[in-house]
């Protein structure tokens, strides 16, 4: 069971300082919140903002993290074009330093996007 006030709280921590915290961090807060179901759009707002930028800069150690946070973004039924299509351009600059889970996670979150 979710604690409503707790949860809110730790979405609006998360989007007033987004910047501090490393990209398994960001990962782990978004799948915490779409695995029990509480939804914030700001949280998922400020996290696909933050997770473009920063796959402009991401090598291949940051593959996973990336795919953590498209995997929630995806089962959160989230659409955010500009994240995927950053996730998109790394997974593609990285060639096969990406795994096949990874590229499957992206193909997933860009199909149900085109879909929707």
């Known amino acids: ?29 978004l799948w915490s919140f779409a695995n029990i179901g509480v939804f914030s759009e ?9 997770m473009t930028v920063r796959c402009d800069s ?10 953590q946070v498209l995997s929630a973004v995806h089962a959160a039924r989230f659409d955010d074009g500009p994240f ?5 351009k790394l997974y593609l600059s990285l ?5 096949g889970r990874e590229l499957l996670i ?5 199909l149900s996007s085109q879909c929707a």
């Open 1 to 29: 069971r979710s604690h409503a006030p707790w949860l809110a709280a730790v979405a609006a921590f998360t989007c007033e300082r987004i910047g501090e915290f490393d990209m398994q961090c960001i990962g782990n807060i």
């Open 42 to 50: 700001p949280l998922f707002c400020s996290v696909c903002r933050e």
């Open 58 to 67: 991401a090598g291949s150690e940051a593959a996973l993290n990336v795919s």
């Open 84 to 88: 995927l299509d950053a996730a998109a």
């Open 95 to 99: 060639g096969s330093a990406v795994g």
């Open 106 to 110: 992206l193909g997933n979150a860009m």
